[in-house]
Nanobody, 116 residues
């Protein structure tokens, strides 16, 4: 089971931008679907963005047009570029595969706080 380490979180003002990244413990080239999730305080974890091995992306309605997911199979990394951030984007962000999520195997995540 590939494990992920997330990084890049921090405090950003509303309207600002931030890029979070995750690096895998092994190769992701054979993994079709990679997902960024987030969990806001007091809420359930939710998916935010998906990227497949052929580069197809999909986004939750709440972030569509503001977030962009990308992957680099050579570096075993998956990034999430976040723009026009809102206070409601405040959450711990995780990357994972759907199977990892189903097995409740999560990394520590990276905290993004959007506040003035």
């Amino acid at each position: 089971q590939v494990q992920f380490v997330e990084s890049g979180g921090g405090l950003v003002q509303p309207g600002g931008s931030l890029r979070v990244s995750c690096i895998a413990s092994g190769s992701i080239s054979s993994i079709n679907v990679m997902v960024w999730y987030r969990q806001a305080p007091g809420k359930q974890r939710e998916w935010v963005a998906i990227v497949t091995s052929d580069g197809t992306t999909n986004y939750a309605d709440s972030v569509k047009g503001r977030f962009a997911i990308s992957r680099d199979n050579a570096k075993n990394t998956v990034d999430l570029q976040m723009s026009s951030l809102k206070p409601e984007d405040t959450a711990v962000y995780y990357c994972n595969t759907p199977s990892g999520a189903a097995m409740r195997s999560w990394g520590k995540g990276t905290l993004v706080t959007v506040s003035s």
